[in-house]
Nanobody, 127 residues
Framework: QVQLVESGGGLVQAGGSLRLSCAAS????????IGWFRQSPGKEREFVVA????????SYADSVKGRFTISRDNAKNTVYLQMNSLKPEDTAVYYC????????????????????WGQGTQVTVSS
C-alpha cells in the first residue's frame, strides 16, 4: 500500500509559478507510476501529467504542455510538479495518484489506472 501526501499549493497571481510535491510512504515507490489530476468546482476530475515508474517517461495534457514539468526523485519517494505561467483556469484542487499497472514505460492518463490517491492541495490563480 502507498500513502500519498500533496503539498505546495497556494494562491498565486496569473503568470506566476508554484511547485507541488507528492510524498509517498513505502519502500516500493519506484514501482509506481505517478499521475497528477485536478478538479475545479462543478467540473470532472481531469488528467494533468504523469510519469512512469523508473524510465522517466511522461505524458502531459495539452492544456499544460510547455508550462508544467513533472519529475521524480525515487530516493526521496517524491514526485514534483513545477507549474509555470499559471493561468486562472489552472485553479483547482490538485491530486497525485499512484498506479502499478502496465510496463515501466507506462505513464497513464486515465484515473482508472491509479489505485492510490492523496487528499489534494488547493491551487488558486488570481487574474
Amino acid at each position: 500500500q502507498v500513502q500519498l501526501v500533496e503539498s505546495g499549493g497556494g494562491l498565486v497571481q496569473a503568470g506566476g509559478s508554484l511547485r507541488l510535491s507528492c510524498a509517498a510512504s513505502g519502500r516500493t515507490f519506484s514501482s509506481y507510476a505517478i499521475g497528477w489530476f485536478r478538479q475545479s468546482p462543478g467540473k470532472e476530475r481531469e488528467f494533468v501529467v504523469a510519469i512512469s515508474r523508473s524510465t522517466g517517461s511522461t505524458s502531459y495534457a495539452d492544456s499544460v504542455k510547455g508550462r508544467f514539468t513533472i519529475s521524480r526523485d525515487n530516493a526521496k519517494n517524491t514526485v514534483y510538479l513545477q507549474m509555470n505561467s499559471l493561468k486562472p483556469e489552472d485553479t483547482a484542487v490538485y491530486y497525485c495518484a499512484a498506479g502499478s499497472r502496465g510496463s515501466r514505460w507506462y505513464a497513464p492518463d486515465s484515473s482508472h489506472e491509479y489505485d492510490y490517491w492523496g487528499q489534494g492541495t488547493q491551487v488558486t490563480v488570481s487574474s
